[in-house]
């Protein structure tokens, strides 16, 4: 049996946290675009040391808000619109 090799697994562990620049790359969106979000308080990284971590469940309550965000505003512009032109 050789020593440092890696054996191949039933199933992929999944991950708990992802590198900040493995997150702006999920989300398709820049590392500079994801600290502003960070700075904003709209995502909550992981410290760990110097290391910055963005948990699978942060982003996708990231994504949940954002997507809802998106909706609501949509709705707001489609009711401002029908106030206006009457």
Do not use: C, Q, W
Request: proline fraction near 3%.
């Amino acid at each position: 049996m050789k020593t440092g090799t890696v054996t191949n697994r039933p199933f992929e562990e999944k991950r708990l946290t992802i590198s900040l620049e493995d997150a702006a790359s999920r989300l398709s969106v820049s590392p500079s675009f994801l600290r502003l979000e960070i700075g904003r308080g709209k995502i909550r990284p992981v410290r760990l040391g110097r290391r910055v971590l963005i948990s699978e469940a942060e982003i996708d309550r990231y994504l949940t808000d954002s997507t809802v965000s998106l909706v609501e505003a949509h709705g707001a512009k489609k009711a401002s619109a029908k106030t206006t032109t009457r």
